[in-house]
């Protein structure tokens, strides 16, 4: 039997956040290119010994990137945008780095778990956005009929260099044509009608002369990324598909074409059809598809099933991927290839790194590196040379975690089965609580509020260091949070504002915080994954049922109450964003689990209302991008991610006003399900598009209350009364103007209190200027 292992692609962050830290350092001009580009090096030899080390065939090259691998393409591809004038002179490093920051150096900043360019005093960044349903984030070609491709691939033929000289089999691997076209966005001024498709025809030779490189310097596999074959594609880009690959083909170099996250339903057939040595698909988001693939599949491609999870962190059923394999080897007569299912950049480095982790627990868990193991595990077992003491291993990891009663509770389970109808319904329809809470709140027209967070101090988070790290009492450590709650109802009071905050100086993170306080998650130590060039997060593991032992919030808020006689707002973060954001254990519905969320943040929505906070806020900035890639289920996604939200916010009597948070997503194709969450008031970004998003909101005729963001808290510059009144008066054009709130456009905590206090100032004058015109 004839079986090959690889992988699609490896996390380039480092097994200690290596290249963070040198790329933070070369940008504050600390580290030199040459210092950075040695980096570079020593990370990708380390992980390609780690590859080699685990039996894999081959090596993959051209999987690390600086910042990102679409960036790398701009570059590879020649067509970085003219709007940054690069001079002849300057290093492609640092034309890189300008793509990705802008031409100024300003910090990026990140609020409601995004990431977000500094817009330059010159020229700003590429946009950035989410790759697929990930929470990794690329930055975004620009493509106009201007665009011209050139190949300028010294730094990918270096690093297979690089490989080889070290002795290894390389697979080089690459994005796709026609997937790299789909990622760009048109950028046409004065022009409409330009479609990117159009670039296809001169973009094929420079990848057919990139292949023809990559064949002349001994490589014998290129890896081409087509992950748009699992999306909903317009007749055109699934037409181009085989008259593409048919001219790749004639370079005469083996490609795999590679497909994952989605499966390929209409596109099965075609993809199977299309002429490349092999294909990849991706076993773990669509199963049903392998024995059609296999069948389509014609007898001399090679069929590589990404068998292990690269999206999450659970350990693979080692007998069950086995008893998958098996008949799919049987019909390709032995031959077959194993690999992730993806790139196994969405998952952290390595579980050695886990110390102080649970031993149960971690036992359940693969990162990384013991992914590679698991690959060559079932390699030896399909080829019959089984590994009996890996595969006893994860036998009793696999039951185990099975049969834990700290998995299972059975108290959470008839919870969920003693669920009524209308568990997830307020007790009146809008109209009748918007009256009823307007008596009772008596807020003056367009109330102004933010979103929840104030600036994060270094005085913060030294305090929560020396707590964590047990150099500060308990007693004095909520004596500080104490004291900077009250500083910041406070500033709000002498603002002016119409309704507080808290200002959340107790959190870490609007996911972190809450986690650390419910049953069913944990938390690691270095399980950082990276999210945008040295931006990485730590997303919590979900092991098991969620229920919360007691009130997470109730003190904190309760305290900011009793300082001011003007309503404080509840701030929780609702269970889809949990989710979202979390690493979700695989062995029930992931709607099961934001089930248990929502219960769990219900009961907190109920102690706070008991203690007489009559505003609460249920953060949703994820709801979106829980959405599956294909169209076809966004409705079922919808139906349960919508009820887990009513769910939560539901349990309080008409009085009680509900909030939710959304932010930088486009909500006008699901407005709809929107205003099905039926939260009272619905606080969203727009100030960045000047207030367009609004414009859907108001043909949909959206029926509850809206708080438009009035300025970007993530650009340093300062929004003027002027400028704020304008958008207001834009709002007011499309939303009925009583039912319009003031409010910035995301939380402040990024922000220092100087600008914060500045940009506050002018918005309550705005909505004193929109009060006094009405």
Not at 264 to 290: K, M
Request: hydrophobic share 45%; proline share 5%; glycine share 6%.
């Amino acid at each position: 039997m004839t079986v090959h292992t690889h992988i699609l692609g490896f996390p380039r962050i480092g097994a200690a956040r290596e290249l963070k830290l040198a790329l933070e350092s070369h940008w504050r001009g600390e580290v030199s290119e040459a210092a950075l580009e040695a980096t570079g090096r020593q990370l990708r030899a380390r992980h390609w010994a780690l590859q080699r080390d685990a039996g894999l065939d081959y090596v993959t090259v051209g999987d690390f990137a600086f910042y990102d691998q679409v960036a790398n393409h701009i570059q590879l591809l020649g067509c970085e945008p003219a709007r940054f004038s690069f001079a002849p002179e300057q290093s492609p490093l640092s034309r890189y780095f300008t793509m990705a920051r802008g031409a100024d150096t300003h910090a990026a900043h990140a609020g409601c778990g995004h990431a977000h360019h500094a817009h330059a005093a010159g020229t700003a960044a590429l946009e950035m956005t989410k790759w697929f349903d990930t929470n990794y984030h690329y930055l975004v070609p620009e493509l106009s009929p201007q665009t011209r491709f050139s190949l300028a691939c010294e730094r990918l033929l270096a690093e297979v260099a690089e490989a080889q000289a070290l002795g290894h089999q390389v697979k080089a691997a690459l994005i796709g044509p026609l997937t790299f076209l789909w990622l760009g966005k048109e950028k046409t001024p004065g022009e409409s009608s330009f479609d990117r498709l159009a670039l296809l025809e001169q973009l094929l030779p420079v990848y057919g002369a990139l292949l023809d490189r990559l064949k002349q310097q001994g490589v014998a596999w290129v890896q081409l990324d087509e992950p748009i074959l699992g999306l909903d594609l317009p007749g055109a880009w699934r037409s181009a598909f085989e008259s593409a690959y048919w001219q790749l083909n004639q370079v005469g170099i083996n490609i795999l074409l590679a497909t994952y996250f989605s499966p390929l339903e209409e596109n099965l057939s075609l993809t199977c059809r299309l002429p490349v040595a092999g294909l990849h698909v991706d076993g773990i988001r669509a199963p049903h598809e392998l024995i059609s693939v296999t069948d389509w599949l014609p007898a001399h491609k090679v069929l590589s099933v990404g068998i292990v999870d690269g999206r999450n962190i659970w350990r693979t059923d080692l007998d069950e991927a086995l008893a998958v394999l098996q008949p799919l080897a049987a019909k390709r007569n032995g031959h077959l290839w194993l690999a992730p299912s993806c790139s196994l950049l969405h998952v952290p480095f390595s579980l050695a790194a886990e110390t102080e982790l649970d031993g149960d627990i971690q036992s359940w868990l693969a990162f990384a590196t013991e992914k590679l193991s698991e690959i060559a595990v079932l390699k030896g077992a399909l080829a019959g040379r089984p590994d009996d003491a890996a595969l006893a291993a994860s036998r009793l990891a696999i039951a185990g975690r099975r049969a834990s009663p700290r998995v299972h509770r059975p108290q959470v389970a008839q919870r969920l089965q003693a669920l009524t109808p209308t568990i997830d319904r307020r007790d009146s329809s809008f109209p009748q609580r918007q009256a009823m809470q307007r008596a009772r709140l008596q807020l003056p027209d367009f109330p102004t509020t933010t979103i929840g967070s104030f600036p994060q101090t270094a005085a913060i988070r030294a305090a929560r260091a020396s707590f964590k790290r047990g150099e500060l009492a308990v007693n004095d450590y909520e004596q500080q949070m104490r004291a900077e709650i009250a500083h910041a109802v406070s500033r709000q009071e002498a603002l002016g504002l119409d309704v507080l905050v808290h200002g959340e100086a107790e959190r870490n993170d609007m996911v972190e915080y809450f986690g650390e306080q419910l049953d069913g998650f944990i938390f690691t130590r270095h399980g950082w994954v990276q999210s945008y060039g040295s931006r990485c997060v730590k997303p919590p593991v979900i092991y098991g049922d969620v229920q919360r032992p007691t009130a997470m919030t109730v003190e904190w808020t309760v305290h900011a109450q009793s300082l001011t006689h003007k309503p404080v707002k509840g701030m929780l973060t609702g269970p889809v964003t949990i989710l979202q954001w979390s690493f979700v254990r695989d062995d029930q519905p992931r709607a099961t689990t934001a089930l248990q969320l929502a219960l769990a943040m219900r009961d907190e929505v109920q102690d706070l209302e008991t203690a007489g906070i009559g505003i609460i806020q249920i953060d949703e900035p994820a709801i979106r991008e829980g959405l599956p890639l294909r169209r076809g289920r966004w409705d079922a996604y919808l139906d349960w991610a919508t009820r887990a939200f009513r769910i939560a916010a539901s349990v309080v009597s008409d009085t009680t006003q509900i909030h939710t948070h959304m932010c930088y997503a486009e909500f006008n194709d699901i407005l709809p399900q929107i205003a099905a969450m039926d939260a009272d008031v619905i606080t969203i970004e727009t100030s960045r598009s000047d207030m367009e998003l609004l414009k859907g909101f108001g043909q949909f005729q959206y029926p509850n209350e809206i708080g438009p963001g009035v300025y970007d808290i993530h650009s340093p510059r300062l929004p003027s009364t002027l400028d704020m009144v304008k958008l207001l008066q834009k709002a007011s054009a499309v939303i009925p103007p009583a039912n319009l709130w003031v409010n910035p456009d995301c939380g402040l905590k990024t922000r220092g209190w100087a600008e914060t206090e500045a940009a506050l100032k002018n918005m309550v004058a705005a909505a004193q200027q929109m009060r006094a015109a009405a």
